[in-house]
Each structure stands twice: as structure tokens, then as C-alpha cells.
């Protein structure tokens, strides 16, 4: 297929589907981790890149991702992230996006120059939740930190820390 604007979020939906076409998935998910996937799919120039984090689909600028798009990490990355989905500017991270981690943890929010900054939620693999400020990849600012057991800490952190005014809620009362 040649893959223009218009068939991005199709082609995006295929590497989502987990229901009746497992096999599909299996092998494009193979296919796309050898970065070979240009055996079955022909993209057009401006929307894919077989970028060195791993395959990128998506919109560039310049050779370089900008705009909405995906960006599917190897799995021989030596960092634990699987996608990051959302938007870029100058090939990097800004604006929202999600980025999804291969142990179930999830950072939904805004982003500048590849790092979370300014509003965010952090879902980790604990069941804990984070919602609140970020500066320079660090919960920096105002936030709310939901634990598993029911506790909750609303308040200031600073450098990724409670630090300052708060209150902490515990689950027993």
C-alpha cells in the first residue's frame, strides 16, 4: 500500500488490533522488529522513516518527524519503552503524546524537546498514579500521588520528591 495522510489512521489501527487478526499482528510485529517491513508495505517518502530508535509512521518535515505520529521502539533498545505515540517538532518529542513502556507503565501528557514538561499523568506498574507538574522529565511542581492502597498525597514536589506544602490523605482516615 502506498500510505498517504489520509490512510495514516488506518494504518495505525492495524497495528492495534488485537481481536480477529492476531496472526497478522504477529507477523507485522515481527516483520516491523527486524526493520524489514518494507517486504510488504511500499510507504511514501514523507511518512515513514526507519528511524535508529526503530520504525517510525507519521508525519515529517524536512526528513524529520514532525508533526502526529508513531514511533515503534526496537526491542533491542536498551531503555524499557515500546511506542511513543502523539506529536513531534524538529524530529522530537513536543506537544502531547503517550509513551508506552514494555512493563505496562504509561506517561500520558505533555512533552518539550523529548522530555515530559508541563502536565502529566504517570500510570506505573504498581498501580500507582501520578497527576500533576513535570519539568525536565522530574514531577516539579504541583501534584496528586494516588497510591495502590488507597493513600494519596496532594501537594508540592520538587526534583521528582514531596517537597514543601502538603497534605497526605491515608486510606484508613
Known amino acids: 500500500y502506498n500510505i498517504n495522510k489520509r490512510n495514516y489512521h488506518i494504518l495505525q489501527n492495524l497495528f492495534n488490533l488485537k ?3 492476531e496472526k497478522i499482528i504477529e507477523e507485522m510485529e515481527k516483520i516491523i522488529n527486524n526493520n524489514k517491513i518494507f517486504e510488504i508495505y511500499k510507504f511514501s517518502k514523507d511518512e515513514f522513516k526507519n528511524d535508529k530508535n526503530g520504525i517510525y509512521i507519521g508525519e515529517m518535515k524536512n526528513s524529520l518527524k514532525d508533526g502526529y505520529g508513531t514511533l515503534y521502539y526496537n526491542k533491542d533498545d536498551k531503555s524499557v519503552r515500546k511506542r511513543y505515540e ?3 517538532k524538529n524530529g522530537k518529542r513536543n506537544g502531547k503524546g503517550k509513551m508506552y513502556y514494555n ?4 506517561y500520558d501528557g505533555d512533552w518539550k524537546n523529548n522530555v515530559y514538561e508541563g502536565k502529566g499523568i504517570f500510570y506505573h ?5 501520578y497527576e500533576g507538574d513535570y519539568q525536565n522529565d522530574k514531577r516539579e511542581g504541583k501534584g496528586i500521588i494516588y497510591y495502590k492502597n488507597g493513600d494519596r498525597y496532594e501537594g508540592e514536589l520538587k526534583n521528582g520528591k514531596k517537597e514543601g506544602k502538603g497534605i497526605m490523605y491515608y486510606n484508613d482516615g
Do not use: A, S, V
Open 103 to 106: 512493563d505496562g507503565e504509561l
Open 86 to 88: 502523539g506529536y513531534f
Open 125 to 129: 506498574k504498581n498501580g500507582d498514579r
Open 19 to 21: 481481536n480477529n487478526n
